[in-house]
């Protein structure tokens, strides 16, 4: 059987971190930013760990 290929798309969308954690970009930072606030934005700004229920499916799709 051959080699599984990673997901390009999400090999792109998300990053592991060397203890292993998946890290993801937060949505709704892409445009239209004037009207949101700066708090909002600098929240928006940092990553986040992919939730619980996701990971298998993430890891399947990195090839991890």
Request: hydrophobic letters at 35%; proline letters at 2%.
């Given at each position: 059987?051959?080699?599984?290929?990673?997901?390009?798309?999400?090999?792109?969308?998300?990053?592991v971190t060397g203890t292993?954690?998946?890290?993801?970009?937060?949505?709704?930072?892409?445009?239209?930013?004037?009207?949101?606030?700066?708090?909002?934005?600098?929240?928006l700004k940092n990553e986040?760990?992919?939730?619980?229920?996701?990971?298998?499916?993430?890891?399947?799709?990195?090839?991890?």
């Amino acid at each position: 059987m051959p080699k599984m290929k990673t997901d390009r798309g999400a090999a792109a969308r998300f990053k592991v971190t060397g203890t292993g954690k998946i890290m993801r970009r937060k949505a709704f930072r892409s445009h239209l930013l004037e009207k949101k606030a700066s708090k909002r934005t600098r929240r928006l700004k940092n990553e986040a760990e992919v939730a619980a229920g996701d990971r298998r499916q993430v890891r399947r799709l990195l090839g991890i």
